[in-house]
């Protein structure tokens, strides 16, 4: 089989850990055509993909979650071009296997390059989003993988470490579910942010948890995200979340953010128990339909009134 990836040794060595950009082959597969994705569209199940729009770049930051509304997968794809609009087919793993060995056969060989890197918990979704979208600022729980296939982004990177950027008890929310990692987000910091241009066939990863934001540059966009876990996010999760139940439930302000040593690991063994046994309630995000897209006008939506939104239900 030839390779799908085609990385730099700085890349390769960076990959798990801080940001790694590198080529990547997907299209080739034929999986990334308009008829291909809007079969995918098709198939896709209510409880499986995410349908949102936002205001323009530049203007106040707003995000909103809709319905597809039976609107055929041909002209999703349309209005997907014509408007302001972001989906996201969910979890491979149940809907399109074909796709999920591509992005396994992807991770197997960067393991197979990088000896020591452990990945694990893949879960990967098709980002398929117009030419003038965007995605506010936030931060994601695992480690992620952008694979991009087509159009053309500008993601803007910010560094995890920073406390005033990303400070820990927000972090806890995230890791919580509480917020839909949306955070608190101030211009002033694009300055000291990292900004990355995609071009078709390319991947980045980037350090665990750090905030980012996307910006469509041009062309409809087409990508693979991928999360993972690797030991080493799984126990900064396990640190956080018990952190965060500590700062939430019983009024203690964690001091320590350490991801190694006998605090963490007990840190880690609580979070795993609490998720266990259920025992301690956190109040999650719920998601609510705002609109749909208008089946007559390709690229518009239609507002819902108040009597018919109702609960978007993911699994
Ligand atoms: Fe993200």
New binding site residues.
């Given amino acids: 089989m030839s390779p799908i990836l085609n990385a730099s040794q700085e890349a390769i060595n960076a990959f798990g850990k801080s940001t790694s950009q590198f080529n990547h082959n997907f299209a080739e597969s034929g999986l990334f055509t308009d008829e291909k994705l809007a079969e995918l569209i098709e198939r896709y199940p209510r409880e499986y993909y995410m349908l949102n729009t936002m205001t323009a770049q530049g203007d106040k930051p707003e995000w909103r979650s809709g319905e597809i509304n039976n609107v055929s997968g041909d002209k999703v794809l349309q209005a997907l071009t014509d408007g302001r609009i972001w989906l996201a087919l969910r979890r491979f793993d149940v809907v399109c296997p074909e796709y999920d060995e591509l992005v396994h056969d992807a991770f197997s060989e960067m393991e197979a390059l990088q000896p020591g890197l452990k990945t694990f918990k893949h879960n990967s979704s098709m980002l398929i989003s117009s030419p003038g979208a965007r995605?506010l600022y936030?931060a994601?729980i695992p480690y992620?993988c952008l694979f991009h296939v087509r159009g053309r982004k500008k993601l803007w990177l910010y560094d995890a470490e920073n406390k005033d950027h990303l400070p820990d008890s927000t972090l806890e929310g995230v890791i919580l579910r509480e917020t839909e990692e949306e955070v608190g987000y101030d211009e002033a910091w694009d300055k000291d942010a990292t900004q990355v241009v995609l071009e078709p066939g390319t991947a980045l990863s980037w350090q665990l948890n750090a905030p980012?934001r996307v910006d469509n540059l041009d062309g409809l966009n087409v990508s693979i995200t991928t999360d993972y876990f690797t030991p080493y996010a799984q126990k900064k999760y396990g640190v956080y979340y018990t952190n965060g139940i500590m700062r939430r439930k019983l009024g203690i302000d964690p001091k320590s953010t350490n991801v190694e040593g006998l605090s963490a690991y007990a840190k880690c063994a609580a979070a795993l128990a609490i998720k266990k046994t259920g025992i301690v309630k956190v109040a999650e995000r719920s998601m609510i339909s705002t609109f749909t897209l208008d089946p007559q006008n390709i690229g518009q939506i239609i507002d819902l009134p108040d009597s018919e939104r109702t609960e978007i239900v993911q699994l």
Wanted: aromatic fraction near 0%.
């Fill in positions: 995605v936030h994601d992620v980012h």
